[in-house]
């Protein structure tokens, strides 16, 4: 049974940071690029940031870049978010979800997902 759990989401003031947890089980959690997305309500889910299954390459949605970091925990199965200069257009449900066979490129098509958490929210004021 294949699992991604999130947590780490709570109420910050603007410019304040919180980091997201994503815990994996279930699968071999090495063999999987990972990402976070985001859904605003009334908005569609975009893609956050995303780290290749080996860890050695991420991206990211231009509007959190240099605030954002993406990181994996191979021992652990887990995966993060280090959210930095938070501003309230980042209030959203985070998700995190697992994807093989789609090209790096794609990673911001949420058809290439196979995996998702329930998500986590996060609202900045």
């Known amino acids: 049974h294949v699992q991604l759990v999130e947590s780490g989401g709570g109420s910050v003031q603007a410019a304040g940071s919180l980091r997201l947890s994503c815990a994996a089980s279930?699968?071999?959690?090495?063999?999987?690029?990972m990402a976070w997305f985001r859904q605003a309500p009334g908005k569609e889910r975009e893609g956050v940031a995303t780290?290749?299954?080996?860890?050695?390459?991420?991206s990211y949605a231009v509007s959190v870049e240099g605030r954002f970091t993406i990181s994996k925990g191979i021992a652990e199965n887990s995966l993060y978010l280090q959210m930095n200069s938070l501003e309230p257009d980042d209030t959203a449900m985070y998700y995190c979800a697992a994807r093989r066979g789609c090209d790096f490129g794609r990673w911001r098509l949420a058809t290439c997902y196979t995996v998702w958490g329930q998500g986590t929210q996060v609202t900045v004021s």
């Open positions: 780290i290749s299954h080996g860890g050695s390459t991420t």
């Open positions: 279930g699968y071999t959690y090495s063999m999987y690029s």
